[in-house]
């Protein structure tokens, strides 16, 4: 797999116009020396933006010392300001849980400032860190508020940093018009500008749409040509991610020589800076070659190097540290909206009961008035805690979904290929070795089979997990792709589909298809049924399935049934859709599960 499309620092994109070899001895003695606080603080902060592309556990030792200065002299915005940049240290060491927390920190205390571009930029970099778990949504959410802020003040080259940055969701959701759409917006103010640094990541990015589109030799071209750009700006960090890029255009073209050597270039650059995740990239493209070449060893060597080092970024506690840390923050903001509905309430209530006191005559009519502004009220409030319930609701099944992927994708690309190359290897040994009777050949070939189950089994799951039927297909399409690789010879499946030709909304899509494939979960696991009718009809009034087994059924009218976790899924993603589900069983009559969802 190639890694093109690699985040690239505010910093870098911000401070371009500072001196590459700063007089380090003169910014340390200002600070250890008595000047003023804003001498003091300008040295602090061109000692960070100094070390920011050389040693990211530097950056973050000074970062701590700025805020420690900072928080002396009671500047809550330079506090922000570090812990922004420290934030970013982190997020580029693969800790991406510490560079959240940061992250919210620094916007915890932004919101409530003039400073409309630091904290556009703190929302630039929690952005870029959700396009980097795949939560796409979020990154969405937080580029669309810094872009607007810095909209909102004139700032160019903000919007042309967004306007880039942004393009990459939609590369990753395979709009790649938008993606183009933006990319080439954001070139055209950079050129305005004569912005070298701008103007590099903005080719950069339409390069990698290139190679996606297997325009190669205009990939190459304009990787080359940003390579030049970043050579005459000297920018280590920027030429490391250059000659990644490189590495997939050439191994893509064939050409495995030029592709190792400037892997192995971007590798040494990364490993003096502390770059893990760009080393995981590079290690995975190294073990592509390889295996290009027929060198199945390197490949499977750089297959450890790579998983030994992504199993140190990505994990499943930090992505739920992450995933805790936004809906903290988003529950935080919810709290203070009630509060200050509440606060107005109270307010009005003592509006009311002092007028009620001055015109006694009109108290009756106050009175009246009253009771039914209390009512609308309660009634606003009620529907507003609806409304949180249901995101709140929409929040857990989008976060499953999003997992679901996560743990598929890393499934299918890190065991599988793991699992593959294993049984490259044995394969390759299979000619080497003299087997001296037939039991050690039979021997070789369960070992053989059994690593092969293997990989089928990793397969299963992964596409159980993210099925690409339902990513290429309609609703019906993905379910009869999943019930064909059903054993017929233990139950009999029967599907009937109507009026589906039409995609759905992919959300609605993906809510039934776990829906139905929980229903069919429960069947086999439970019912020990010989035949299962499953039917989809989409008419005027919405969507109603049915899934039908002659199994051994269950009492419907004990609520005890429904307390386990597969029928609470069920109906929880059933309500999430506004439709309505329900299960008619009995012993040894087997089961039938009805739901209906309208569409809008």
């Not at 008595?34 to 960070?48: D, Q, R, W």
């Not at 810094?146 to 959701?173: Q, T």
């Not at 990364?270 to 995975?284: D, F, K, S, V």
């Amino acid at each position: 797999m190639k890694f093109f499309i690699l985040p690239f620092t505010l910093f870098i994109f911000f401070s371009c116009n500072i001196q590459a070899q700063l007089n380090i001895d003169s910014l340390q003695n200002v600070i250890a020396g008595s000047k003023t606080y804003k001498e003091k603080l300008n040295a602090y902060t061109e000692y960070v933006l100094w070390l920011q592309t050389k040693n990211f556990d530097s950056t973050i030792e000074v970062c701590d010392e700025g805020i420690r200065f900072a928080r002396e002299n009671a500047d809550s915005i330079t506090v922000a300001v570090f812990k922004h940049y420290k934030g970013v240290a982190n997020y580029f060491k693969g800790k991406y849980d510490v560079a959240a927390k940061l992250y919210y920190e620094a916007i915890s205390i932004l919101e409530y400032t003039k400073e409309k571009k630091k904290l556009a930029l703190v929302y630039n970099e929690l952005a870029k860190l959700y396009r980097k778990t795949r939560d796409l949504d979020h990154s969405l959410q937080h580029y669309t508020r810094a872009i607007a802020l810095f909209r909102s003040i004139n700032d160019k080259p903000g919007v042309a940093m967004i306007l880039n940055e942004s393009g990459v969701v939609f590369e990753y959701k395979q709009d790649y018009e938008e993606a183009i759409r933006r990319y080439t917006a954001s070139l055209k103010i950079d050129e305005a500008l004569k912005d070298s640094v701008g103007i590099a990541y903005a080719l950069s990015n339409i390069a990698g749409v290139y190679l996606i589109q297997k325009k190669f030799d205009a990939a190459e071209s304009t990787l080359v040509k940003t390579l030049a750009i970043r050579k005459r700006l000297k920018d280590n960090f920027a030429i490391a991610l250059s000659y990644s890029d490189l590495g997939a255009v050439y191994s893509a073209k064939g050409n495995f020589t030029k592709a190792t050597a400037v892997l192995d270039s971007s590798n040494m650059i990364a490993a003096a800076m502390g770059y893990p995740e760009l080393q995981t990239n590079n290690y995975n493209e190294l073990s592509s070659v390889a295996q290009k070449q027929g060198n199945f060893q390197a490949a499977f060597e750089y297959l450890q190097k790579r998983t030994a080092l992504r199993d140190s970024i990505f994990s499943t506690e930090k992505t739920k540290q992450v995933e805790e840390l936004n809906a903290r923050y988003e529950t935080i903001k919810k709290e203070q909206k009630i509060d200050q509905q509440h606060h107005r309430l109270r307010l009005q209530n003592f509006l009311f009961v002092g007028i009620a006191g001055l015109i006694l005559l009109a108290g009756l009519l106050i009175h009246s008035q009253y009771k039914r502004y209390r009512l609308i009220q309660d009634a606003k409030l009620k529907t507003e805690m609806l409304k949180q319930q249901e995101l709140a609701t929409k929040a857990v099944i989008e976060a499953e979904e999003n997992e679901r992927q996560r743990i598929a994708k890393d499934l299918h690309d890190g065991v599988g290929q793991m699992m593959s190359a294993a049984k490259m290897n044995l394969s390759a040994f299979e000619s080497e070795i003299n087997f001296r009777n037939n039991e050690q050949r039979i021997s070789y070939d369960k070992i053989i089979k059994l690593v092969d189950d293997g990989c089928k089994e990793v397969r299963h799951v992964s596409h159980n997990m993210m099925p690409n039927a339902l990513l290429k297909n309609n609703l019906a399409d993905a379910v009869r792709d999943f019930v064909d690789k059903l054993d017929n010879k233990k139950m009999k499946v029967h599907l009937y589909a109507e009026g589906l030709e039409q995609r759905l909304d992919a959300n609605t899509e993906i809510v039934l298809y776990r829906v139905i494939q929980e229903c069919v979960n429960n069947v086999i696991k439970h019912a020990d049924a010989s035949t299962l009718d499953i039917s989809i009809i989409r008419d005027k009034d919405g969507i109603s399935a049915m899934v039908e087994d002659n199994g051994r059924g269950f009492d419907s009218t004990d609520q005890h049934q429904f307390e386990g976790i597969g029928l609470k899924n069920i109906s929880t993603r059933i309500e999430y859709l506004k439709g309505k589900v329900d299960f008619d069983s009995a012993p040894g009559r087997g089961t039938v599960v009805a739901l209906h969802v309208p569409l809008g």
